[in-house]
């Protein structure tokens, strides 16, 4: 499985954007798919998880009510809806596919894409 982000950019605190992960090869809507970032200095971590279905979704604190992640199977792709964009949420943003139906957790997605930066500033 492939994974290729983007959507990244710079906008300023209160903003929007939209981040897209397609995927490709063995491409599977069986697999769970996640969002997580790195802020510089920072370990990475968990932001939004959705099931293979779509029907279930988890949202880390942080960015619970701003975010939002959702998936289209028809066309391989996972998206992040962020809005109210914060300073604290500069990072560069990775998606990842893995075979747990969702999960929190980094070590369960065996499949990662290159990430894309998003700067929050003004």
């Known amino acids: 499985v492939q994974l290729q982000a983007f959507g990244g950019g710079s906008v300023q605190p209160g903003g929007s954007l939209r981040l897209s992960c397609a995927a490709s090869?063995?491409?599977?809507?069986?697999?769970?798919m996640g969002w997580f970032r790195r802020a510089p200095g920072k370990e990475r971590e968990f932001v939004a998880a959705?099931?293979?279905?779509?029907?279930?979704?988890y949202h880390a604190d942080s960015v619970k009510g701003r975010f939002t992640i959702s998936r289209d199977n028809a066309k391989n792709t996972v998206y992040l809806q962020m809005n109210s964009l914060k300073p604290e949420d500069t990072a560069v943003y990775y998606c990842a596919a893995g075979r747990s139906s969702i999960s929190k957790s980094l070590v369960e997605y065996a499949y990662w894409g290159q990430g894309t930066q998003v700067t929050v500033s003004s």
């Open positions: 090869g063995r491409t599977s809507s069986t697999y769970g």
């Open positions: 959705v099931s293979w279905s779509g029907g279930r979704t």
